[in-house]
């Protein structure tokens, strides 16, 4: 029996690798000249290495996933750590022992209110399904601190400042999982009740950790993992075409049968597609008619430093969640590669932005160097090596009520249509991150 997968992103990898494992003869395509898609790294003319996006690799603690996306093999090339450090600037100061919001910051009368509101919400059963974010916030950490905390979070990052439109997920999109509340001690007591113990977190990034460890190379960047990857496929039988796109799609009874490609080279005897790529460009394929909209896109913006100084703090990653601050995510390499580091003297780091597509990127990478220094992530007279901007205007889609009203009606048409293809990735379902990609794929391909 011929599989087809269609994308050779990780979601497509990984699907590749369990359909040959269990006897299929797979086939998997890609656009790009190379798999990985966002993980992906490149060098730069002082060979220091750069992510395209995703950076650490993170185990999913189930041996039957883990045993093919992390081998052990692979783990010796790796720097192996016990837990992921990240930390957070909020309110005027960096917390780099937590990735948490903290609540205090907002001030004694704040914080005050909205640690009753928390409590108060214990006693309330029954309440309806919450439709978007708003609904959601409050209902888990009341009306204060959704104005006062997350309101101006999110209309930051998702340029919304309606939440009411916003996907009633949006905040974990972004880390956001638990806030800090009181003092350490009494947060111990309270994360002992289970419906407290999802909303709040621990004041210490070593307490309550996942026992799932997180990878990244000893040298190189992500890319590596791709690379490793590809010899996988290669080593299973898998048949990847790269550099290639579907360009048209036989459909018989329902069901995909071939697809010719643009090199000209025509897939037959299909039995089943799993398409890893945005839904919309297989109905495009497919010539099919469906409502045109598409979902609002932010501008990501990825800067690029090296510097002549380590990096103040130890952690790997630091979210600024502070509105009045351009960056978002900070990676500094130096943590992740200390070695490397302290062997070159030259300490990378990446800076993540999303903005509206008006934005002018004149003059930005002074403006970050200088939000650096602010945070507290650099000393003052670091010197800059090497700086680089790159920009997508269509980096991270806005997920609200519109992005998810076109997404289940494309499927909709899709399964009328023609049902032997399972959408799988977080570019065709609604897994996000990748221990959820990894999870959705294992279960349904395992059926």
């Not at 997968?5 to 359909?19: D, E």
């Not at 730069?44 to 995703?54: H, K, M, P, Q, V």
């Not at 025509?266 to 495009?284: M, R």
Request: aromatic content about 10%; hydrophobic content about 35%.
């Amino acid at each position: 029996m011929s599989k087809l997968v269609v994308g050779g992103g990780i979601a497509g990898i990984y699907s590749a690798i369990l359909l040959r494992k269990k006897g299929y003869d797979v086939t998997l395509i890609e656009r790009a000249d190379k798999l990985g898609g966002l993980l992906n790294s490149f060098e730069n003319e002082y060979g220091d290495i750069f992510d395209l996006g995703t950076h650490f690799i993170a185990g999913t603690g189930k041996p039957e996933i883990d045993e093919d996306v992390i081998p052990r093999v692979w783990q010796n090339d790796w720097n192996k750590y016990e837990n992921e450090r990240a930390a957070n600037f909020f309110a005027g100061s960096l917390d780099d022992k937590c990735i948490f919001l903290d609540s205090n910051k907002l001030g004694k009368d704040v914080h005050n209110q909205g640690f009753v509101e928390i409590l108060n919400l214990l006693d309330l059963k029954g309440q309806p399904d919450s439709q978007n974010a708003k609904e959601n916030l409050e209902n888990l950490y009341g009306k204060t601190l959704t104005e006062k905390l997350f309101g101006p979070i999110l209309t930051k990052l998702y340029g919304e400042s309606d939440l009411t439109k916003l996907d009633r997920n949006a905040q974990i999109r972004f880390a956001m999982r638990r806030i800090l509340v009181s003092t350490p001690e009494i947060t111990k007591k309270l994360k002992t009740i289970p419906e407290l113990d999802s909303r709040i977190g621990f004041h210490h990034y070593l307490e309550g950790a996942s026992s799932n460890h997180q990878y990244y190379p000893k040298s190189g960047g992500a890319g590596d993992w791709i690379q490793k990857f590809e010899k996988r496929l290669d080593e299973l039988g898998v048949k990847t075409i790269k550099n290639t796109a579907i360009e048209s799609i036989t459909v018989s009874e329902k069901k995909i049968t071939s697809v010719k490609l643009s090199s000209g080279q025509t897939i037959d005897d299909i039995d089943e597609v799993v398409w890893t790529i945005p839904t919309h460009l297989l109905l495009n394929t497919l010539k099919l008619e469906y409502p045109k909209q598409l979902p609002k896109f932010r501008k990501t913006i990825i800067t690029y430093f090296v510097f002549d100084k380590k990096p103040k703090n130890q952690s790997h990653f630091i979210f600024c969640y502070d509105p009045s601050f351009l960056s978002f995510r900070i990676t500094t390499y130096s943590n992740w590669q200390p070695d490397q580091a302290e062997r070159t003297n030259r300490h990378r780091v990446c800076i993540e932005t999303l903005t509206d597509h008006s934005f002018d990127t004149t003059g930005l990478e002074d403006k970050l160097k200088d939000e650096l220094i602010r945070m507290g992530i650099i000393e003052p007279d670091s010197n800059i090596l090497y700086q680089n901007t790159m920009i997508s205007p269509s980096g991270f889609p806005v997920m609200d009520d519109r992005y998810y009203q076109n997404v289940e009606s494309i499927k909709s048409i899709l399964f009328q249509n023609v049902e032997n293809v399972k959408l799988l990735g977080k570019d065709s379902s609604n897994a996000w991150f990748m221990i959820d990609v990894f999870n959705e794929i294992y279960q349904n391909l395992n059926k």
